[in-house]
């Protein structure tokens, strides 16, 4: 069973514009840059299987407009939604241990 999915996986697929990782009832992680390029995607469905976020997990994506914190990650990293600034909807984040969102450069 899957429980990282690497480097570049989705890497500049950019009709991707819904992204549903729900039913990957053994997914943990995900490496740095796993979905560059998607500059279309506009949600994100994590599974609770997610244990944390990279640095820059979600870095670059203008368009995303909501997403979910799976209940396994208590903390994000400040710079894991940078320039998400259509960023509306986060489901989970009352769960949050600590937090710090950058959605705009500065």
């Not at 990957?24 to 490496?31: G, I, V, Y």
């Not at 769960?95 to 500065?106: A, D, E």
Request: aromatic share 10%; proline share 4%; glycine share 2%.
């Amino acid at each position: 069973s899957l429980k990282t999915i690497g480097n570049e996986s989705f890497f500049k697929c950019q009709s991707l514009t819904k992204l549903d990782l729900s039913h990957s009832l053994k997914l943990e992680t995900f490496e740095r840059n796993w979905i560059d390029g998607c500059f279309y995607l506009a949600e994100i469905r994590l599974p609770e299987t997610m244990k944390c976020f990279t640095l820059r997990a979600f870095e670059l994506f203008p368009q995303l407009k909501k997403i979910n914190i799976p209940q396994a990650v208590t903390s994000l990293p400040v710079a894991c939604f940078r320039n998400c600034s259509q960023l509306s909807i986060i489901e989970g984040l009352e769960r949050l241990k600590t937090l710090q969102i950058q959605l705009k450069n500065s």
